[in-house]
């Protein structure tokens, strides 16, 4: 069955860090662009970050502007985890967290900045900043 769970979430105060988690079951995370997205409330879902490549060494790791250089985006391959390292948290960060995965059916990066280009989604997890 392919599935992908999602954990780590929680409530953390600002200034804060989290690792959030995806274990991904059913394929294999490094055959796909995966991706992280998040949703504010009242707000439409909106791209973290994805890798549309195997490697992230060839420059196709993507940060929306809202958190580059605070948040992290890995994957350990043996596990079949993907993860997403939060740091210098604020109460913007607020959200519910996904992870998908998609086939690599386009050559434009910038077209995996976006849901419509992933097939597999975990079920969300929670992340609230506040002291």
């Known amino acids: 069955q392919v599935q992908l769970v999602e954990s780590g979430g929680g409530l953390v105060q600002p200034g804060g860090s989290l690792r959030l988690s995806c274990e991904a079951s059913?394929?294999?995370?490094?055959?796909?662009?995966i991706g992280w997205f998040r949703q504010a409330p009242g707000k439409e879902r909106e791209g973290v970050s994805c890798i549309s490549s195997s490697s992230s060494s060839d420059g196709s790791t993507w940060y929306a502007d809202s958190v580059k250089g605070r948040f992290a985006m890995s994957r350990d391959n043996a596990k079949n985890i993907l993860y997403l390292q939060m740091d210098s948290l604020t109460h913007q960060d607020t959200a519910d967290y996904y992870c998908a995965a998609g086939r690599r059916t386009s050559d434009s990066f910038s077209y995996y900045y976006r849901e419509q280009a992933y097939d597999y989604w975990g079920q969300g997890t929670q992340v609230t900043v506040s002291s």
């Open positions: 059913g394929f294999t995370l490094d055959d796909y662009a």
